[in-house]
């Protein structure tokens, strides 16, 4: 079993409409739970961290984890066309290996928002 | 603030030629750099840790003697990847930290380099 799972999508949405995005993990370690956008061939760039669980709101995104289910969620409302990227969840515990802490990544959801 | 530039972007080379990439951090000192790879459909696989000043170590399942890293200098990571092969085509993204003891989250990605290996 992977430590971080993530359905690949692809996953079409209409303008306006409520995006669930979710990965589940086994590793109950993690403390840190990110959520990355990709545009097509760029870096990926940091939306959303909660630490443990709990949710967490920054404008039109959501993020809950919820770690007794070993799972998380990005939630983006109204979506827009500019939205349409991979979305990568990661996940990282508490674990020091000489002051670094490794992010272990999920497969990536590619959504696309059209107009 | 915080951008992490890589050049090149794209490279295209030979099987058996070696390939150098780089890694920057433009405006802040990056104490630890991370090269990941990351093939079509796949996740980030981290490749490796380098910090400043010190040797570079490489997760389980990277050869170190094929893919050298060198962190020279607080704003700069380099990743040689030595005898190309067809197999080693991948997108290569590095992403660098300020400093130590900083959460995990706090590393800035670079927009990585596609290499292609004919």
């Known amino acids: 079993q992977k430590e971080v799972e993530q359905d690949p999508g692809p996953l079409s949405v209409p303008e306006g409409a409520i995006v669930s995005l979710n990965c589940t993990y086994s590793?109950?370690?993690?403390?840190?739970f990110m959520w990355y956008r990709q545009y097509s061939r760029k870096g990926p760039e940091l939306l959303m961290y909660t630490y443990s669980s709990g949710n967490k709101e920054d404008g039109r995104f959501t993020a809950q984890v919820d770690k007794s289910s070993k799972y998380i969620s990005l939630f983006i409302r109204d979506s827009q066309p500019s939205d349409s990227a991979t979305y990568l969840c990661?996940?990282?515990?508490?674990?020091?290996?000489?002051?670094?802490?490794?992010?272990?990544f999920g497969k990536g959801t590619k959504l696309t928002v059209n107009p | 603030g915080a951008v992490v530039s890589q050049h090149p972007s794209r490279v295209i080379c030979k099987s058996g030629t070696s390939v150098k990439i780089e890694c920057r951090s433009l405006d802040f000192q990056a104490t630890t750099m991370f090269w990941y790879r990351q093939f079509p459909k796949q996740s980030l696989m981290l490749m490796a840790t380098s910090n400043e000043g010190s040797k570079a170590t490489y997760e389980q399942g990277v050869e170190k003697d094929k893919f050298l890293i060198n962190h020279a200098s607080l704003t700069l990571s380099t990743l040689t990847v030595t005898s190309a092969h067809p197999e080693d085509s991948s997108f290569y993204i590095c992403?660098?930290?300020?400093?130590?003891?900083?959460?995990?989250?706090?590393?800035?990605f670079g927009p990585g380099t596609r290499l292609t290996v004919t």
């Open positions: 590793n109950s370690a993690f403390q840190y």
């Open positions: 992403s660098a930290r300020r400093g130590l003891n900083i959460l995990s989250y706090e590393q800035y």
């Open positions: 990661a996940m990282s515990g508490t674990e020091h290996q000489g002051g670094s802490e490794k992010l272990v």
